[in-house]
């Protein structure tokens, strides 16, 4: 509800500070005095357009500022997903507006945008007169209205929960589609990769091995050469250093027997023997690996020409990653051969939920219908109480043809969303013989917030918002009309906070918060003035009203105040 709000330098308010009560707020004064400014007020601050001509005369900016406390958890939650949180259950709405045309938006103490503003506003006033508003104009709401009459919440529940569930299911064989129609073709491609690897008989390292071999076939020729020359002057020719040595170290070993003094240089020529047999048996060990047969020579360059081609082919940097490709492609090729098992168990699934869906869309769509009569009975009902004898409200039932709709219904397929296939429309005939229309082109101010009355009216338990705005309802009505008019805002205002703007005295005087607008002029400058009326000063109002203020009307201005 709203609790106060502080206009300053807007049109020719100066500046006014009000606070609400709960239930029924009305404004009534003088034909011209500003009543529906403050209306007007609200509406800027909750993001109505805006232009130069709301700031006061002589002031550079106009400021509005709204707090309203949220104890519905349903609007609660509407607020929160727009993204704005609540602080101690309030919302402070503040904007501004200068001479240069630049307006600033602050939502509990947050910089926000006008859209972000105009969602809120949405969701805490509706607002019926002249202003942008009005929920009932808008046609995507009114399927709403007649859920909120049938009660469906259940329906509705379940409905959504299976809309969602089934977009799930076709997203994910829509994707399983894909793969199957390129199933053909990847699983010819995953066969060969499969095949020309494995018929490869590739070893892990094998790559690095033969690379190595490679190297020695590369220079075989020079390196044997080398070897057995060097082989043949250790070793192998017929003046070989072993050969010398041998010599030398017989020769000295006849020394020694005689002369000891030689043992340390015949011990030394004995050592240089063993380390250069050393050498002669490795070399001879290394040239003997190097002893390699032309066919073997074909055996690693042809190995080797295939690791290459493969590894170039795909872009693969050892024959370890070829392997482990090699598995990555069986396992994908494994999976595309179950994957029409999983189609065929995924289609099953989704044609279940779209079966259920449809049954789910028709069962509503019933009930809605059914509903839609009792609520254009009562809707007519509550308008012929408030002078609209003549009028007819329809309830229109419409399905969109939608090639890509999720379900089908006689043989044509329809567009669906959370929630089901109908798309709802109220229509009115507001004079005899004149065709049903839609609201917003038959409708005036006044008698949009009569239907709107009468609509809420009948879903008083199931409002959507907690405060409501009715100016110009009036238009046309008096008498007995006007209290009856009186005794369906006060009833509606039990639920749901309500300010009205009126000439009536029927209507003001069963409001629980009385508020008087006055114009006053001082040193040229005009400016208006609301004042929050005791019961007593009600009485005056109250008889004003009625144009009467001799005894005669005070006694009757009572009488509507239900004062003795």
Do not use: W
Request: glycine fraction near 6%; hydrophobic fraction near 35%.
């Amino acid at each position: 509800m709203l609790e106060s709000i502080r206009i300053k330098n807007y049109a020719i308010i100066d500046e006014v500070e009000l606070e609400f009560g709960e239930g029924f707020n009305v404004f009534t004064g003088e034909s011209g005095v500003g009543k529906s400014i403050i209306v007007d007020a609200l509406g800027f601050c909750l993001g109505d357009k805006a232009d130069q001509t709301i700031i006061r005369t002589g002031k550079d900016r106009t400021t509005v500022e709204a707090v309203f406390r949220i104890t519905n958890s349903r609007i609660k939650s509407k607020i929160e997903q727009i993204g704005i949180q609540l602080e101690d259950d309030t919302v402070i709405v503040r904007r501004e507006y200068d001479t240069s045309g630049r307006s600033k938006v602050m939502i509990n103490s947050r910089t926000e945008t006008i859209s972000k503003l105009e969602e809120l506003s949405d969701v805490l006033v509706d607002f019926h007169g002249q202003h942008q508003h009005q929920s009932l104009l808008k046609p995507k709401t009114h399927i709403d209205y007649l859920d909120a009459f049938g009660n469906f919440t259940k329906e509705l529940q379940e409905l959504s929960e299976t809309y969602h569930k089934t977009l799930e299911i076709k997203k994910k064989l829509d994707e399983l589609k894909e793969v199957v129609s390129q199933k053909e073709s990847r699983m010819n491609f995953l066969k060969y990769v499969i095949d020309e690897i494995k018929n490869a008989n590739l070893k892990e390292g094998e790559d690095q091995e033969l690379e190595e071999k490679f190297k020695y076939i590369t220079n075989y020729e020079s390196l044997l050469k080398g070897l057995s020359e060097a082989l043949e002057s250790l070793d192998e020719g017929e003046i070989s250093t072993i050969s010398t040595l041998n010599r030398a170290i017989v020769s000295l070993r006849g020394i020694v027997r005689h002369n000891t003094s030689f043992d340390t240089v015949l011990n030394r020529l004995e050592d240089i023997m063993s380390e250069i047999r050393g050498v002669v048996s490795e070399l001879s060990e290394f040239r003997d690996k190097l002893n390699i047969t032309p066919e073997e020579v074909e055996y690693i360059n042809q190995r080797l020409d295939v690791i290459r081609t493969l590894k170039r082919k795909y872009s693969k940097n050892s024959s370890e990653e070829l392997l482990r490709y090699l598995k990555e492609c069986e396992d994908e090729y494994s999976r595309m051969v179950t994957s029409d098992e999983e189609f065929e168990k995924l289609k099953k699934e989704y044609e279940s939920y779209v079966d259920k869906l449809k049954k789910l869309c028709l069962d509503l769509s019933n009930k809605r219908m059914r509903k839609a009569r009792e609520l254009e009975d009562k809707v007519v009902e509550k308008l012929n109480l408030m002078g609209m004898e003549k009028s007819v409200f329809k309830i229109d039932f419409k399905y969109y043809k939608d090639e890509n709709g999720l379900i089908e219904i006689n043989n044509t397929r329809v567009d669906v969303n959370e929630k089901g296939i109908d798309r709802v429309e109220f229509l009115i005939s507001l004079n005899p013989g004149e065709d049903v229309k839609p609201l917003r082109s038959v409708a005036s101010g006044g008698e949009i917030s009569r239907i709107m009355l009468a609509i809420k009216s009948v879903l008083a338990d199931v409002s959507e918002v907690d405060m409501m705005v009715f100016d110009e309802i009036d238009v046309g009505i008096g008498g007995n009309t006007a209290n009856i008019v009186g005794e369906i805002i006060k009833s509606i205002s039990k639920k749901t906070q309500i300010i009205v703007i009126t000439h009536l005295p029927q209507v003001a005087s069963k409001a629980t918060t009385h508020f008087k607008v006055e114009k006053l002029i001082q040193d040229n400058s005009t400016k208006v003035m609301v004042s929050k009326l005791k019961q007593e000063d009600r009485v005056y109002e109250i008889a004003r009203m009625s144009g009467n203020q001799n005894e005669a009307g005070l006694k009757y201005a009572k009488e509507l105040l239900g004062m003795r």
